[in-house]
């Protein structure tokens, strides 16, 4: 089998992941969705002990991930040709499990492929995004998940944190212009590098709601980030 190309997500997956938006293992749980993501570009049939197909005829064809122990994550999706369909993030208590629930097997199957025949969801158009201080937005997994009026409150925020620094008051309790030199370079530095982080975001959100990404999504958007 060939690497993959194409990434979907459903309308299902976007919901269940938001039930988790708030918790504290929020970001290891998204780093653990890109991490399974980057494990099947170059092998599909990629398994783990934490990671592996259903068999039995109901569940046969859908795969599990662990996402985490404590709260009990557990992401489901299928692979077909060249794409990864993300479509639930659930628990262990959603199906049949060291010889327990096998009563859940079919609900659970008619759940997840019905959430895939109703199609590819590229954004989930999130309200809000949470961040405190400019570097929050360079390195966050949400901006292209957000509404583009959301992303233009944090721009103007940005922006003008590069004229009066508010945040860097707020959170340091002390004016900009008296803070050490490096730490002024460095906070505009990082607040450029967020506005620049914002206009790429802003473009990609435009090409989803034009609908140019009505039958996949490069795996990139799905990758996690390493630095630079």
């Known amino acids: 089998m060939s690497g ?4 979907t997500m459903t309308q299902l997956f976007w919901d269940t992941l938001e039930q988790h938006r708030g918790h504290r293992r929020y970001a290891d749980m998204r780093a653990r969705i890109a991490f399974s993501v980057e494990r099947k570009i170059d092998d599909p049939t990629y398994r783990s002990n934490s ?5 039995g005829k109901n569940l046969e064809g859908i795969w599990h991930a662990k996402l985490s122990v404590n709260p009990d994550v557990v992401m489901f999706y299928t692979i077909s040709s060249e794409t990864m369909n993300l479509a639930m ?5 959603d199906y049949p499990h060291q010889g327990k629930n096998g009563q859940k097997a079919l609900p659970l199957a008619k759940k997840i492929w019905t959430s895939l025949d109703r199609g590819h969801v590229p954004s989930p158009g999130w309200d809000r995004i949470k961040w405190n201080v400019p570097a929050d937005i360079t390195w966050s997994f949400e901006l292209e ?3 583009l009026d959301h992303l233009e409150e944090i721009e103007e925020e940005l922006k003008l944190e590069m004229q009066d620094a508010p945040i860097f008051e707020r959170v340091h309790g002390q004016k900009l212009d008296d803070a050490d030199i490096d ?5 505009l530095a990082e607040t450029d590098r967020a506005l620049e982080v914002i206009d790429r975001a802003q473009e990609r959100v435009r090409a989803i709601n034009r609908g140019k990404e009505a039958t996949g999504k490069p795996i990139k958007a799905f990758a996690p980030k390493f630095g630079g």
Do not use: A, N, R
Not at 89 to 93: D, E, K, N, R
């Open 183 to 187: 730490v002024f370079t460095e906070w």
């Open 4 to 7: 993959l190309k194409f990434i």
């Open 145 to 147: 998940e957000t509404t």
């Open 51 to 55: 990671e592996y197909p259903f068999y």
């Open 89 to 93: 993030i659930g628990s262990h208590h």
